[in-house]
């Protein structure tokens, strides 16, 4: 964890190639922003500068791989992506997660198999390209 309070209620994950961490690029000032962000919401960051040195695969695919060993540390444990950017930093992902409705995934072979409201053991995947309305309309939204 890059950092990590007592008792953390969220934990952010966030990891992208060297190149979008590289002093000046997006993924960086976005760490820098998220760190603000964790420390003032009270919740734990990890970013991971080289997420491609988990495995020979895509390094999309080492998300999993990095979500799987943080899950246990935290209650709740959200990957963003380094060019999602938080444009509403006083607003809670804790809300935003929990206000989601889980069964809006536009694939109706899915929904007898997704919960009608978000539990514990819920696994969302919001996307900026399904939700509807603006930029100034999400709480995150992609550079």
């Known amino acids: 964890w890059t950092y990590f309070p007592p008792e953390p209620r969220l934990g952010i994950a966030i990891g992208g190639t060297p190149e979008e961490f590289a002093t000046g690029q997006y993924g960086a ?4 922003m998220l760190l603000q962000y964790a420390k003032r919401k009270g919740y734990a960051l990890y970013v991971d500068k080289n997420i491609g040195r988990h495995s020979t695969r895509n390094p999309s695919w080492n998300k999993l791989h990095v979500l799987h060993q943080l899950i246990d540390d935290v209650p709740m444990l959200v990957w963003l992506d380094p060019d999602v950017v938080i444009t509403k930093p006083d607003f809670s992902l804790e809300t935003l997660i929990k206000q989601s409705p889980c069964n809006e995934v536009h694939q109706t072979r899915w929904e007898e198999y997704l919960p009608k409201e978000v539990q514990d053991d819920t696994f ?13 309309q999400y709480e995150v939204n992609t550079a």
Do not use: E, I, T
């Open 29 to 32: 000032q976005n760490a820098l």
């Open 124 to 136: 969302l995947w919001l996307s900026a390209a399904d939700r509807p309305g603006g930029a100034g």
